[in-house]
């Protein structure tokens, strides 16, 4: 395809939706309005609604948050990784994980304050003067994780939007309706003088290099709210690099499941090739092996201390009353994915798109798993009081997140265009 | 390749070949020596640091190529050869480990003080399993692996299925060795991380070889021609980055256990930061961190052969000095640092002996992969 061909192309996607689509979005406004419901439910009743009950107190609210946050790893991964270790593939996907990170991050960082028994008060987290005297303990991980989660969506969405700036200027010259204020708006001005293009290389690549501990060190952080505590099953030191590997491994697997049906719903065959899917295939297998990895060091290191309350936790994890939870992500997570070991399942892509669910699935069990069971049975047995049942709120509040995720990014991939037409020109005119 | 060409690669002169031979032969007699006539811990002590150190950078160097090769970096053709070659050391490997195993009463803790409920980790007979399974496979896959690579007709897709075992294999089984000869020294510390941590270090100092061979390649002129600026840049840009993540490993370990603060984790960190090897682990954390993450920021730092020698020799240096600082501390109870001649003499030996084995194998093959068809030749 020629440069212009891909241009025009790729604008012609932005097109007006059909009605499907908006079919689609009105599903996904009427799960979002539910779960707005359940949470001012919450808010007027108090959390006694959530399933919440001692000693378990952080219950699904936290799993999403973990889970959210794990998420925006796809972005980083395969934006800013592959894009400074030039591996030119990334190219077809790169603009879509990246748009998936700020929407993750924007879902994930609500969760905080959704857990909150007085969410109104969230603000005092932050580190500002008050009437009141109070002040942040820095000690805390909980405000680690506001400087961490912040940064990071900072950077992030100034990633997205860099890497946009050229595509948003190229539609501001075609596109001739409603949208050309936005487009003229958005582009800051961008004329593609040689000039502005040195200075968006130079910015693009400093990003890039900037986001990947960023990412690194918000997951990390997210792990030390678990670490940090004395909890046999949390405290552990291999817990920030098991969660980063988690979080790039819940990323990936999420870019294949929203990716294999964007492909063709919106036709773009022609940039997402199967030979992208099938690296994105082999990303999820090895990021599947270290999780592996991290799971046998974590059992192993439990058996090894010797001490009866780290191995309780561990057995009780995989014997106890979670214990089917537990299986079920070791079997998404562990086993499932040794399928993409055979070419054939790598290439195929619902062969690929249902390993990739079942990840997604196996990820977020895996964080309810950490969460609640280790709560379940900490140290004293007197508290060991029934099972946490997550409440109808709970799973409302939880639909809604990802009503909220999936809504802003149908929005998007329909607003802006959805592959990087700047570095798919750019390739066309180099081959 | 042409052999004028190989003459200007990596070679030793005979001199420098007697030299290292005397050096090899130097260091087997200080541990003798040590052993049998004086101080037999640090004589073990001084081993068991270069075993890990050595047999650890052959396999950095087989680990590398294999991600390298795996990721279809074009940039390192040209030093492909050289990482893969520091297989060569593995065969010698094999003895040090035998020997370590066989005098294990003389160096591990828990022969003498089995700790309670771990005799079933701890016993010897299986300590001795593990670990010599552990040798074979990853010597076995390494050399597997080297030898598709320099007959390069069994195709690509043979070389990529071995590059993927040498990786899969790599980090439990490499990790296990630094659970078993570094984290059982002390027998009631327990770190999940250990393994992870260990073996990222072990790749740091294969990211450091990988740096020094570009750096004296660009010098070279068998190599000079393929080894440019491209090459120093990006060898110096992955071990930045590999020492970035070995302190992200020490502080992801260190964090946990200073917040929990218990007594049966602290330990470990405490007494290798206080007395007298508090000296000993500030030196470690320059030399593999701080030094050369301010250094290598610069381009220009990365792109001058002498420099980016100069910190591929400091991180090499760094390494081997905490290796030494997970190992000595569990074992050693004198007073003062066990560190002066005989170690450094043991040290000198193993690393000449390296050295011997690495050239020797590099004089033998191309120096450069020609039938690689991706070979850039304008570097």
């Known amino acids: 395809m020629t440069a212009s061909g891909v241009t025009d192309d790729i604008l012609g996607k932005l097109g007006r939706p059909g009605a499907p689509y908006f079919l689609t979005v009105g599903g996904l406004l009427a799960v979002l ?14 959390l006694g609604v959530a399933g919440y009950q001692p000693p378990i107190l952080w219950g699904v609210y936290i799993t999403n948050f973990v889970f959210w946050i794990g998420i925006t790893h796809s972005g980083t991964l ?14 077809g996907v790169a603009r879509a994980s990246e748009a998936m990170t700020v929407f993750a991050i924007m879902t994930g960082a609500l969760f905080p304050i959704v857990h909150l028994g007085r969410s109104w008060l969230f603000y005092w987290l932050l580190p500002l003067p008050n009437e009141r005297g109070l002040w942040v303990n820095f000690r805390s991980p909980i405000i680690w994780d506001l400087f961490a989660i912040m940064t990071y969506m900072t950077v992030s969405v100034v990633f997205l939007y860099v890497g946009l700036l050229p595509d948003i200027a ?3 010259d075609r596109v001739r309706d409603w949208r050309r204020p936005l487009y003229r708006l958005l582009a800051l001005g961008w004329t593609g003088s040689g000039r502005q293009w040195w200075h968006y290389n130079s910015l693009y690549g400093l990003l890039a290099a900037l986001a990947v501990p960023l990412a690194v060190s918000v997951h990390s952080v997210v792990s030390w709210d678990f670490a940090t505590t004395m909890l046999p ?26 990716l294999v049906p964007m492909r063709s719903l919106l036709g773009l065959e022609a940039y997402m090739r199967v030979r992208h899917f099938e690296n994105l295939g082999k990303l999820l297998l090895v990021m599947s092996l270290l999780m592996s990895y991290c799971y046998a060091a974590e059992y192993f290191t439990a058996w090894y201390s010797g001490s009866p309350f780290e191995l309780g936790t561990y057995l009780a994890r995989l014997t106890g009353p979670y214990a089917p939870l537990a299986w079920t992500m070791l079997a998404c997570n562990s086993a499932v994915p040794l399928l993409l070991f055979a070419r054939r399942v790598r290439t195929s ?30 140290f004293d047995p007197a508290t060991w009081s029934g099972l946490y049942r ?33 570095e798919i020109r750019e390739q066309a005119e180099a081959a | 390749m042409r052999p004028a060409d190989r003459a200007g690669a990596l070679i030793l002169t005979s001199g420098a070949r007697r030299v290292l031979a005397a050096l090899a032969l130097a260091g087997a007699g200080a541990f003798l020596h040590g052993l049998l006539l004086g101080d037999a811990l640090r004589a073990w002590q001084a081993l068991l640091v270069n075993t890990l150190f050595f047999w650890g950078l052959a396999l950095a160097g087989v680990v590398l190529a294999a991600l390298l090769q795996l990721t279809r970096a074009r940039w390192s053709r040209p030093l492909t050869r050289a990482l893969e070659a520091t297989a060569a050391f593995l065969p010698a490997a094999l003895p040090l480990v035998l020997v ?40 076995g896959l390494g050399a597997a692996y080297v030898y598709c690579s320099a007959r390069r007709e069994r195709g690509r897709r043979a070389q990529d299925r071995l590059a993927a075992a040498v990786l899969i294999a790599y980090i439990p089984l490499f990790s296990l060795v630094g659970f078993d000869f570094v984290m059982a020294l002390d027998a009631h510390w327990y770190s999940a991380l250990l393994g992870g941590y260990f ?22 002129p068998g190599l000079a021609a393929h080894v440019g600026p491209r090459q120093l840049h990006d060898a110096g840009k992955l071990l930045f980055g590999l020492c970035i993540l070995w302190a992200y490993m020490l502080w992801s370990q260190y964090l946990v256990i200073w917040y929990g603060d218990l007594p049966e984790e602290t330990r470990f960190i405490h007494e290798r930061m206080h007395g007298a090897w508090a000296p000993v682990a500030w030196t470690v954390f320059a030399a593999v961190f701080a030094i050369p993450f301010a250094v290598l920021l610069s381009r220009a730092v990365k792109l001058r052969p002498a420099a980016l020698a100069a910190v591929a020799g400091l991180v090499l240096a760094g390494v081997w000095l905490e290796r030494f600082l997970l190992v000595a501390p569990s074992l050693w109870r004198g007073d003062g640092l066990p560190l002066g001649l005989a170690e450094l003499v043991v040290g000198a030996g193993a690393a000449s002996l390296f050295v011997l084995c690495w050239i020797g194998l590099l004089e033998r093959v191309p120096a450069l992969p020609p039938s690689d068809p991706k070979l850039d030749p304008s570097a």
């Not at chain 1, 309005?33 to 108090?46: E, I, P």
């Not at chain 1, 590997?245 to 990323?251: D, E, L, N, T, V």
């Not at chain 1, 709970?394 to 639909?399: D, F, R």
Request: charged content about 5%; cysteine-free.
């Open chain 1, 33 to 46: 309005a539910f779960g707005l419901y359940a949470f001012f439910h919450q808010v007027r009743s108090g």
């Open chain 1, 78 to 91: 395969i934006s800013a990784v592959l894009f400074l270790f030039r591996a030119r593939w990334r190219t």
């Open chain 1, 170 to 172: 190229t539609a501001r």
């Open chain 1, 233 to 258: 099953g949390w405290h552990s030191t291999i817990f920030a690099p098991y969660f980063v590997a988690g979080a790039i491994f819940s990323g990936v697997a999420m870019m294949i499941t929203l």
């Open chain 1, 349 to 378: 892509l619902p062969a690929l798109f249902a390993v990739a669910v079942l990840v997604n699935v196996g990820m977020w069990l895996e964080r309810y798993v950490i969460v609640v069971s280790s709560l379940a049975t900490s």
């Open chain 1, 390 to 422: 997550p409440t109808w709120v709970e799973g409302a509040v939880t639909a809604a997140s990802f009503a909220l995720f999936f809504l802003l990014f149908l929005v998007f991939v329909k607003l802006f265009p959805p592959v990087a037409m700047n």
């Open chain 2, 100 to 139: 370590l195993l066989a005098g294990a009463g003389g160096w591990a803790p828990w022969l003498h003080h089995p700790p309670g409920g771990k005799g079933a980790w701890l016993n010897l007979p299986l300590f001795a399993v593990r670990e010599l399974a552990a040798f074979l496979i990853l010597g």
């Open chain 2, 199 to 220: 073996l990222t270090g072990n790749l740091t100092a294969g990211a450091a070889l990988l740096a020094l061979v570009a750096a004296v390649g660009a010098a070279r």
